[in-house]
């Protein structure tokens, strides 16, 4: 295994990042209904679902076992399970892998959390990087009361309680996000991602984000050449 | 007990000032077949007749994953990373809510294998070593690390005497194509001894012939403990 894989594949990586309530795994769905429907080979994948992993990941939720450190590796052995089993082999068959919350996800909650920034970007060094990033910013304030008004039940570590912010967890869940939304801006310069102003309509957002894949993906060559069965 | 200040390998846990870790941390590595258990209970014993207080660690032991690496282990099914990271977690659960509680305490914590036996089978399952490094910069450097060295033919001699079954993954069967278990066995114990060997140069392993009968190990073992924990007249030997 290479630090960093540079060698190209057939497949192309199609990965959406953003806060909670950003709109993004909307958007990603449309994008792959759109490919669905028009015959390419395309795979979905998201984050935090590995069939394996994911039992533990619930069970150390759920009884608060889950330190910055845990919950950091635990969720890159979740990742490294889908990359190694389905994106990975997926991109040299040549398919479209459409990721909802790639390692910029990890990359953003676990240095929110106060894990060593360049630790965390070590521990994913096996995953190459997409080949296009939609980062989908929205004013902080906006993200927060499209979840806070649709989903009051917020989750111990979704809320941020581990770290302690506050004993109120709505008031936890808005300061958390705002560290991640910190690191999110700081990581759509670094690795350069594709900003999308989310405080628009859906169907306005998704013209964009469809003209920007096929400006940037020959979408042509991922058509399927067999037939269905 | 004589302190000495304790490191973590990389940058380590956040929040986890090492130098009020007061304890020792005892690693004990070694195939299967070479030992090492025996020899944990061994020291325990010694130890806590003395007087210390010990804590016992070792792979597949947390309560966040053990359960789960263990099922995952019977289906086969996870790939060499996933496999390395799940490892990862397993031991940084216990490096949190037991290596580093019990250190503070001034205990002295016995690992059963440590970073190493993680190490060494990821690299002989072809992953990036300087990978597998950076994953376990957050692990403390131990105290003493004793590795039980025993050839591959007398490990499988003495598991078979036990259990009259060779474990899947110890006999590398996810990565040697061909051959029976048995040359299996022997073939992969040969390759994690030669990356044992190279960690020693590198982590200053003491090296212990663990093939003589498990008293005279033991009473090695006890003497080299000793002089770390700076009393040796205290202990019985």
């Known amino acids: 295994m290479m630090m960093i894989p540079q060698s ?6 199609i990965a959406v990042e953003g806060l909670d309530g950003s709109g993004k795994s909307t958007q990603i769905y449309l994008v792959k209904r759109w490919l669905e429907l028009e015959g390419y080979k395309v795979f979905f994948t998201e984050w935090n679902s590995s069939l ?5 990941t619930k069970k150390g939720k759920k009884r608060q076992l889950l330190t910055p450190t845990t919950f950091a590796l635990i969720h890159c052995t979740d990742f490294a399970d889908r990359y190694e089993r389905e994106i990975l082999p997926l991109l040299s068959a040549g398919h479209i892998v459409l990721a909802d919350r790639y390692v910029y996800t990890a990359f953003a909650r676990d240095a929110a959390r106060g894990c060593d920034r360049e630790w965390i ?10 080949d296009l990033t939609f980062f989908f910013d929205v004013p902080l304030e906006t993200a927060l009361n499209r979840i806070l008004e649709g989903r009051p039940q917020l989750k ?7 770290q302690h912010l506050s004993h109120d967890p709505v008031e936890s869940f808005k300061l958390f996000q705002a560290k991640v939304y910190k690191e999110y801006l700081a990581l759509a310069k670094e690795y350069r991602f594709v900003k999308i102003d989310s405080s628009r309509a859906p169907d306005e957002m ?14 042509p060559r991922y058509k399927w050449r067999t037939r269905q069965a | 007990m004589t302190t000495t200040a304790k490191r973590f390998f990389g940058q380590g846990l956040p929040g986890v000032d090492p130098a009020t870790l007061r304890g020792k941390l005892i690693v004990i590595e070694g195939s299967d ?5 025996t020899h944990i209970n061994l020291l325990r014993d010694w130890l806590e007749r003395s007087g210390y207080a010990t804590e016992e660690v070792g792979l597949k032991r947390s309560m966040l994953v053990s359960e789960e690496l263990e099922q995952a282990k019977q289906g086969n099914t996870l790939g060499p990373i996933t496999q390395s990271l799940f490892y990862a977690t397993d031991f940084a659960d216990q490096l949190e809510n037991k290596i580093v509680p019990a250190l503070r305490s001034s205990f002295i914590v016995l690992a059963d294998r440590y970073i190493y036996t993680m190490m060494a089978r990821a690299i002989v399952r072809r992953l990036d070593g300087e990978w597998v490094k950076q994953v376990y910069s957050i692990a403390l450097i131990p105290d003493a690390v004793f590795y039980l060295e025993v050839p591959p033919k007398v490990l499988a ?11 899947y993954w110890e006999s590398g069967m996810d990565i040697l194509r061909g051959g029976d278990m048995y040359t299996n066995f022997i073939k992969y114990q040969r390759m994690m001894v030669s990356e044992f060997k190279k960690m020693q140069q590198t982590y200053g392993f003491d090296v212990v012939n663990g093939n003589r009968s498990p008293k005279l190990v033991s009473k090695d073992l006890q003497a080299k403990i000793a002089g ?3 009393n040796g007249a205290e202990l019985g030997q």
């Open chain 1, 206 to 219: 998704h013209r964009e984000v469809r003209q920007l894949i096929q400006d940037r993906i020959e979408l």
């Open chain 1, 8 to 13: 190209a594949l057939p497949g192309r990586l």
């Open chain 2, 157 to 167: 001699e003495r598991i078979y005497r036990k259990n009259q079954l060779l474990d």
């Open chain 1, 121 to 130: 970007r070590k521990i994913y060094a096996y995953a190459r990087h997409p």
């Open chain 2, 228 to 230: 770390i924990l700076g």
């Open chain 2, 33 to 37: 077949g070479s030992g090492r258990t």
């Open chain 1, 156 to 162: 111990y570590y979704e809320a941020g309680m581990d």
């Open chain 1, 52 to 56: 394996l992993v994911k039992q533990a």
